[in-house]
T-cell receptor, first 113, second 116 residues
Framework: AQSVTQLGSHVSVSEGALVLLRCNYS??????LFWYVQYPNQGLQLLLK??????LVKGINGFEAEFKKSETSFHLTKPSAHMSDAAEYFC???????????FGSGTKLNVKP | DAGVIQSPRHEVTEMGQEVTLRCKPI?????LFWYRQTMMRGLELLIY????????DSGMPEDRFSAKMPNASFSTLKIQPSEPRDSAVYFC??????????????FGEGSRLTVL
């Protein structure tokens, strides 16, 4: 069975500071992993995805995530937060059958001026 | 290109009424998904279709919920009768053929349903 755990429902950082959003997964087979972002009153948009190629994945808007099999983690980072990064971020896993995605509970990122 | 289009964006109705939510997927996408988002339960997959055929409806809460996809460009999610606990944001998403790669979901802007 697959599941996704996002630690911290709310994260607050100062503008210019490092962003770190945590995601751990459980999967019985090598997973496909995703990060999606949701801005207020909008649908989710794909930030980046891991599909068993390079373990460090670069996405849009300066975000990247590293797949660590030994830690079953796929944490999302950005070196320097921008006000426009304020949104809710969802980690998701798909197990072979990519058409079934399991989403984490989401982490709301607040960026302080 | 147009994205996934959902209507209505907002719906307020009274308990017991029928609600129909509509979705137009991106042209050429052959997978369509319905998700429900609430504060308590997060994002839940309700049902998904491939080439207009329902593949997995195990997430549909109960018989009051039904979904159809009569053609490649249109899908509906119906709740009859509606209850206050159905209040949520309902998202439609579509995905292109996998062609051996993992897909990605393209979401609509959602339909916010409030049942009084």
């Amino acid at each position: 069975a697959q599941s996704v755990t996002q630690l911290g429902s709310h994260v607050s950082v100062s503008e210019g500071a490092l962003v770190l959003l945590r995601c751990n997964y459980s999967s019985s087979v090598p997973p496909y992993l995703f990060w999606y972002v949701q801005y207020p009153n909008q649908g989710l948009q794909l930030l980046l995805k891991y599909t068993s190629a390079a373990t460090l994945v670069k996405g849009i808007n300066g975000f990247e995530a590293e797949f660590k099999k030994s830690e079953t983690s796929f944490h999302l980072t950005k070196p320097s937060a921008h006000m426009s990064d304020a949104a809710e971020y969802f980690c998701a896993v798909s197990e072979g059958n990519f058409n079934k995605f399991y989403f984490g509970s989401g982490t709301k990122l607040n960026v302080k001026p | 290109d147009a994205g996934v289009i959902q209507s209505p964006r907002h719906e307020v109705t009274e308990m017991g009424q029928e609600v129909t939510l509509r979705c137009k997927p991106i042209s050429g996408h052959d997978y369509l998904f319905w998700y429900r988002q609430t504060m308590m339960r997060g994002l839940e997959l309700l049902i998904y279709f491939n080439n207009n055929v329902p593949i997995d409806d195990s997430g549909m809460p109960e018989d009051r919920f039904s979904a159809k996809m009569p053609n490649a460009s249109f899908s509906t999610l119906k709740i009859q009768p509606s209850e206050p606990r159905d209040s949520a944001v309902y998202f439609c998403a579509s995905s292109p053929p996998s062609r051996g790669d993992t897909g990605e979901l393209f979401f609509g802007e959602g339909s916010r349903l409030t049942v009084l």
